[in-house]
């Protein structure tokens, strides 16, 4: 789609017809270019979301092992969910996950049962009397006091303060030994039956850590798997985004071409006096503006090669809305090189004779290449004649 900017306001210089309706019909093709370039900013903006997304999501990508990748391929041939369908198969993903784990804390409750009815379990029931046993460098010595009761206390929790996992029950457990048997000699009665208690707990932990290990296993799997649904849920819905973004696109296109087509309709033709006119004009265009011109002219003239070394031109074998975009294109591309100039030389010299500085810096500027601008001048102001331009290299 070809840029559009300030059409609207060369509109008027595109020589339609003499009639008095002529202002009306600017002004009716001038508000046809307005509703175009208000569409095409909402499609960039579009674009620009999609592009944020896949940015993004490049930057984000972790590394995949094989079987994930080709997992990921399988899936985005298939219909990716609603989000609205992914979040109910995460609620009832947690449900399941949810009644899996309570069962795992039955019965690891079982176990904690086991070891609290231990004969030697009654030092570790409750937190620690530091004031009434004298214990006045406990704290400096146990960073983080634990106890049966406050265990059970927690396991029994209902309001969101329990445990989430049977593994955080475990670690609590064990700090009740732990703390015990740092704080205590080695020859101390609490020290060996805090290593006699913690070894029996490890063993039935033991039997039962297979189930924990394939429930987490399970639970990453279906986390990963949330991941990736959603991940391609969201490629879909950029995906059905690019494609509407294409459509709209193909509509500008065609809008753009129907406009094309008035505007041809409304064209003079243009004059033998006025090709010539804008082939002088043409070779006052620096040869980064030259190159556009010419690539104007390949548009409509699939024949024509604005990059080739040599290029064959015939000016009346181009389209009038070839011509009329020429000499628009020209307009604006001089008066720009105009302002350009004009502010050079207001910072260079405030005398009088800026223009004619410009004016002999111009004639220079031609004199160092004087072929090539007889070239140009001669392949484009001649009508009905097959000429030649030699460009040099990469212009």
């Known amino acids: 789609m070809e840029p559009m900017s300030g059409l609207n306001q060369d509109l008027g210089n595109v020589g339609l017809g003499k009639a008095d309706g002529d202002t009306v019909e600017v002004e009716g093709l001038n508000k046809t270019i307005d509703d175009i370039l208000q569409k095409v900013t909402q499609l960039e903006q579009k674009l620009n979301d999609v592009e944020q997304f896949y940015l993004t999501k ?39 996950a949810g009644r899996r784990m309570q069962e ?50 927690k396991m029994d929790g209902k309001d969101g303060t329990g445990y989430r996992n049977v593994r955080e029950i475990y670690a609590d457990v064990r700090l009740v030994f732990k703390n015990a048997m740092k704080y205590n000699d080695e020859r101390d009665d609490v020290h ?68 094309r087509e008035t505007v041809i309709q409304k064209c003079r033709k243009m004059s033998t006096e006025e090709k010539k006119n804008l082939g002088t004009a043409l070779t006052r265009l620096s ?52 302002r350009s100039s004009g502010d050079m030389g207001g910072n260079n010299n405030n005398n009088n004779d800026d223009n004619n500085n410009e004016k002999d810096n111009s004639n220079k500027k031609n004199k160092n290449n004087p072929k090539r601008k007889k070239e140009i001048c001669d392949a484009l102001a001649k009508p009905a004649v097959k000429r030649t331009k030699k460009l040099p290299p990469n212009t």
């Open 104 to 153: 795992l804390k039955r019965q690891f409750a079982a176990i904690f049962r086991q070891i609290t009815q231990h004969k030697w379990a009654w030092p570790f029931m409750h937190p620690v009397d530091v004031e009434g046993l004298g214990l006045h460098d406990y704290y400096e010595v146990i960073e983080k006091p634990m106890d049966f009761s406050t265990i059970k206390n």
């Open 192 to 259: 060996v039956m805090a290593k006699s208690l913690l070894e029996k707990f490890e063993e039935k932990w033991l039997q039962l850590l297979p189930k924990v290990m394939e429930e987490e296993k399970r639970q990453e799997e279906e986390e990963a798997k949330a991941q990736l649904d959603m991940q391609l849920t969201q490629e879909a819905v950029q995906t059905n985004k690019a494609k509407e973004l294409r459509s709209e696109l193909n509509e500008v296109d065609m809008q753009l071409e129907n406009l």
């Open 58 to 96: 490049d930057s984000n990508q972790p590394n995949t092992s094989k079987s994930i990748s080709i997992a990921k391929e399988k899936l985005k041939d298939r219909h990716v969910a609603s989000i609205e369908k992914q979040q109910q198969d995460a609620f009832h993903r947690e449900e399941a």
């Open 287 to 338: 040869p980064e503006d030259l190159c556009k011109a010419l690539e104007i002219v390949a548009e409509n003239n699939p024949s024509f090669h604005a990059t080739a070394q040599e290029v064959d031109l015939d000016m009346d074998a181009q389209s009038e809305l070839t011509l009329w975009r020429l000499k628009v294109f020209v307009q604006e591309s001089l008066k720009a090189a105009s």
